[in-house]
């Protein structure tokens, strides 16, 4: 039903045939304030035991007589109340204390927030049933773990699935913020702390007062969960907003303006996170235009900020367009020419937030080198919740696996362990920030994000962003059983469908790193190889009728390989050490070359397409199994789009094979391409 859909995985279904004698019989908030997480936390706790157990428990602020309780709070206010002095002295920003194991149930944060997400554990634990007696310290990976929502003023999302906007509409901040306040409540049960909500490409009208003031409701609906506050800014809007003549980030009186406008902002919203700023990508205003470098526009926010202690998020995508004449072009080493040289000029709550890879959010790429070229400089990894080039929620593709892809990856700078996430938590090169934000875009749809089965993406994100380490599958079953409830052939199925979709759709879509082969030039939706040559934007595939791939070595191509550190670069270089996965991102090769695999490469796509469209037609049965299972809306609606999938499987098959097939003239041993 629609409130499924809008609890997600916080329904806290009754659990049939469980006793619950075990759970305390009361709670005990420390904080009395409404707007503290810990206020919310002892109500989350009551909600959540009435909705599994169907028991009432009632919540005290102070100290009881019962020692049945659930105690939440922070370790300092614990310490107080309770007379003991009980402390975590290696928690970090936003941990936790979880123990059950005495009847006094202890959950304590580092901070309030920190409480909260540990209220949330032990809801999501009860939820699936597990009544294990634990008792442990949690801490995050990494402090920075928000959203971006790209939200437009007029409502409409950019790249939103999911209908439009909750937080604006006609130029304004909707004045019936409850929906703002739910995803609020689901990021915080996934331990999100900052959502910048308008769009990267931004529109100098939020920084209007009556907006201005908007902003600070939307804050008030965030802060009971712990989730900050953040927007992104548009660079010209000193001049376009304010009249200046000039929006140079070094005249001084647009760093007046902006220093202005910052005050005013926290005066509404005291607890803001910060800015995030596209700046001279994509026809967006930027300090290029003053002949200043990026750093000085980056640091322009970072002064604005420093006193309320603010982090401006200055995005890396940033490259010019390209012309495909030129063998040697290539956008996958904008990033690096743009900021290699930048490092260690950008203020210290400056964080640079780098897309998982060199291009563009596509179906698999390889690590971005960046990560590894800003030694001194604060670094978040971008992602995707939102499926701009993987489907657009149309097709299942649980993201995870290719996430873990990136952040496990270990690009050996100075031939040492350097792993993505130990990167960006600021650990391998001794930085104060970092983290990951995602690209979520969900919207009024009482789905959200426009499928039920898409928002095990957003679970996972929040999830790995906590704990890069945690398995992706048992992320993805601890949101099965929270969505679906606790039946084994619930678990199994969707795990199943799952845990091949990625692999799938890379199969029917663009395989051997040959980038999403879709329609590149307007909806980013539904094959379109042809244009993936000859656009200005840099994606190119180079494919005419004997070869295909972008040949980015060092000794004959654009050079990109040789911008990771020695070893990785000496393993792209080279055809024959470069995963078969990623062949044609690094090389240009006849259709005839063979892989790893034993495979030309030509067969290998007419191979792929049908085994990827082939498991794709598998998800409408194994969907179909469970019905009756699944509430008749759920069940209904997952369904519509898995018959879609399969259909638009096949019309991916056909359209890449029948493509490359005209262009190479070469059979399909199998006998199948051509001839459907
Ligand atoms: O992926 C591209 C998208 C744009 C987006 C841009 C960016 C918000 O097609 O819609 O703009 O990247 O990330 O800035």
Known sequence: AAEDGLAAWLRYAPLPGVNHQAI??????????????????????????????????????????????????????????????????????????????????????????????????????LAQGNFTKVAYFSSPHAPIRWTNE???????????????????????????????????????????????????????????????????????????????????????????????????????????????????????????????????????????????????????????????????????????????SDWKADRANAAVQFFKELDGQFDDNVVVQIKYGPIDFQVREPTSP?????????????????????????????????????????????????????????????????????????????????????????????????????????????????????????????TQMSMESWPAYENYSGNLGIQTLTDILYTHFGPNPQNMDNNGYGQWTRADHLTIGMDRTVSNGTGFAGQYPPEIAAMYEDPSTTPDNLLLWFHHVNYTHLLHSGNTVIQHFYDAHYNGSGVAQTFVPLWESLKGKIDDQRFEDVLFRQEYQAGHAIVWRDAINDFYHNLSGIPDLGGRVGNH
């Open 370 to 494: 960046l990560f590894a070229n800003l030694l001194q400089t604060n670094t978040a990894i971008e992602l995707q919740v939102t499926q701009e080039y993987l489907g657009q929620q149309c097709h299942l593709v649980y993201l995870a696996p290719l996430w873990k892809t990136i952040l496990d990856f270990d690009l050996r700078v100075d031939n040492r362990s350097s792993t993505v996430s130990n990167i960006i938590s600021g650990k391998r090169f001794n930085r104060p920030l970092g983290g990951s934000a995602a690209v979520v875009n969900v919207g009024t749809n009482t789905t959200w994000l426009g499928s039920h089965l898409a928002m095990s993406n957003l679970y996972a994100y929040g999830r790995l962003a906590w704990n890069p380490s945690l398995d992706s599958e048992a992320i993805l079953q601890d949101w099965i059983r929270l969505t679906f409830g606790l039946d084994p052939s619930i678990l199994n199925t969707i």
């Open 150 to 324: 790209w939200d437009n003023m007029d409502g409409s999302i950019e790249r939103g699935f999911g209908g439009p906007s909750i937080f604006f509409q006609n130029g304004l901040i909707v004045n019936n913020l409850t929906r703002a306040a739910e995803y609020a409540r689901l990021l915080a049960s996934v331990r999100i702390n900052g959502a910048i909500v308008n769009n990267v490409n931004a529109n100098v009208t939020l920084l209007t007062p009556q907006n201005i003031a908007g902003l600070g409701r939307i804050a008030d609906v965030f802060r009971p969960y712990g989730v900050q506050l953040g927007i992104s800014l548009n660079f010209a809007s000193p001049q376009t907003l304010g009249n200046l003549s000039t929006f140079d980030p070094l005249d001084p009186s647009v760093i007046e303006w902006w220093g202005n406008i910052t005050d005013q902002i926290y005066e509404a919203v005291p607890d803001m996170a910060g800015y995030l700023v596209k700046a001279n990508s994509e026809g967006q205003p930027g300090p290029l235009t003053y002949n200043r470098t990026l750093a000085e526009g980056a640091n322009l926010f970072a002064n604005a900020l420093q006193p309320y202690g603010g982090i401006v998020m200055f995005r890396a995508f940033v490259y010019n367009m390209l012309n495909i």
């Open 24 to 125: 305390p019989s009361n709670i005990v908030a420390l904080n009395t304030t409404t707007s503290s997480p810990v206020y919310s936390a002892g109500v989350e706790l009551q909600k959540g035991i009435q909705g599994i157990f169907g028991k009432h428990i009632d919540i005290g602020y102070e100290k009881g007589e019962s020692l049945s309780t659930i105690v939440v709070g922070t370790f300092g206010a614990y310490s107080q109340e309770y007379n003991n002095n009980f402390n975590a002295p290696d928690l970090e920003e936003d941990g936790f204390w979880l123990n059950t194991q005495n009847d006094t149930v202890q959950i304590l944060g580092q901070n309030e927030r920190g409480a909260l997400y540990g209220a949330f554990e032990y809801l999501s634990m």
